[in-house]
């Protein structure tokens, strides 16, 4: 698509979805009533989205694995993006948990000085808390389970067995590798139709959630939602920011723009899944090759939850200073490398980040029970108002993550990146074709 053959404005999808959460957010404080009817928009976009999630996984994967010289290549990559993802996870949290030490440790964080909130706590939600555990969640009960079951890291590992045994067939397995990249491009245009629901799915989601939560727990929680989002931006400032400046020799910023429309349709719904597979198209558009995409999105939609990871840490130790534990570096060792095991392997939707926090903190068993279930009632009333923080952070994370693996794998087409992010070119979308 040429400069010159640019869509008109009002057809452009970050302004429809930027227009229908402040449309969301405005009926949801004025019509508080009538808009909590409308939860069944964001709920059903988001499913449409998560329908497709795991067919485009299979295919880009399949496909991208088809591609290489071997399967020696895939498990380099895959490794590679691995050791990435704990290096990244790590930093997060000791960073988070700095943080949370010198802004959250005022006396205001007391219980007694925080107004309680109304509103029904989630108390249940599967966590992972040991090794085996968590590897056992990855295996399928079936081929097709999943698929059905929704859990990203099961379909990752049915489509590196698959394409495992396609490899073996000694290039006779090309009928298939071509029906799989016709089922994909189908998928990527099933996709396209999909993502033109996005405001309608936005909309509905934010008026929801502001006449569910509204803003006066901003008033209640207003540092640490502050403090939050502040270590979000200097997290991605400088880190992500210095990943790609001194590493990737590409412009964050002009990434950051590139990603706008993901990016909003993350603040409307918060959930990284609705723009999964327009991350991955994204991506390979940019320069990115296929087999590093399909390996290194899916796998860093589990393992790679920077947000996430942020979040955690600071809600960890403010929780300590709220119900006034006082924590051994041991203690706080221990909380950390909980949270490094249960938080992988978790959907990319909102409430999966809280259920985690709140098993973890009840497992470590150093809380008073009385005062934890407090803490965590107030941090559920502006659950959704972090919720933007935690996957904008984790989709950027996510998108700097692939570009890094492939320039760490010297497969970077860096004369397409640079024209497409510098906006001198048009990215070719296969959901747009």
Known sequence: MSKSAKKPFYKDLFLQVAMAAVLGIFIGHFFPAEAASLKPLGDGFIALI????????????????????????????GIKALLYFEILTVVVLVMGAVTAHLFLSHPNIALTKI???????P??????????????????????????????????LTALLFSAGLTMMNGSGGKIVR????????????????????????????????????????????????????????????????????????????FIRYLAEEIMICFGTASSETVLPRLMDKLMALGCPKEVVGMVVPTGYSFNLTGTGLYLALAAIFSAYATGVDLTLGQEATIL?????????????????????????????????????????????IDRIMAPGRVITNLIGNGVATILIAKWEGMLDYATARSILSGNKEPELMEEV
């Open 123 to 156: 108390t249940s939600g599967e966590v992972h808390t040991t090794l085996i555990e968590f590897i056992m969640n990855i295996i399928p009960h079936t081929f097709f389970s999943a698929f059905t079951d929704g859990q990203i890291l099961q379909v990752v």
């Open 50 to 77: 998560r329908m497709m999630i795991g067919p485009i996984i299979f295919c880009t994967i399949v496909g991208g694995i088809a591609g290489m010289d071997s399967l020696k290549h895939a498990g380099r990559v």
């Open 337 to 381: 490398g909980l949270l490094m095991i249960t938080s992988k392997g978790t959907a990319a939707v909102y409430g999966t980040a809280f259920i985690i926090l709140s098993g973890t903190l009840n497992a470590m068993k150093i809380f008073p029970e009385e005062k934890l279930a407090v803490v965590l009632a107030l941090l559920f009333s």
């Open 179 to 254: 029906a799989v990249g016709l089922f994909s491009n189908t998928v990527f245009n099933i996709i396209g139709l999909i993502v033109k629901l996005a405001p309608i799915g936005v909309f509905g989601a934010m008026a929801y959630s502001v006449s569910k939560f509204g803003v006066a727990s901003l008033q209640n929680l207003g540092l640490l939602i502050a403090v939050f989002f502040s270590a979000c931006i200097v997290f991605v400032i400088l880190v992500l920011g210095a990943t790609m400046r001194f590493y990737c020799k590409l412009s964050l910023w002009q």
């Open 115 to 121: 107004a309680m909130p109304s509103g029904i706590l």
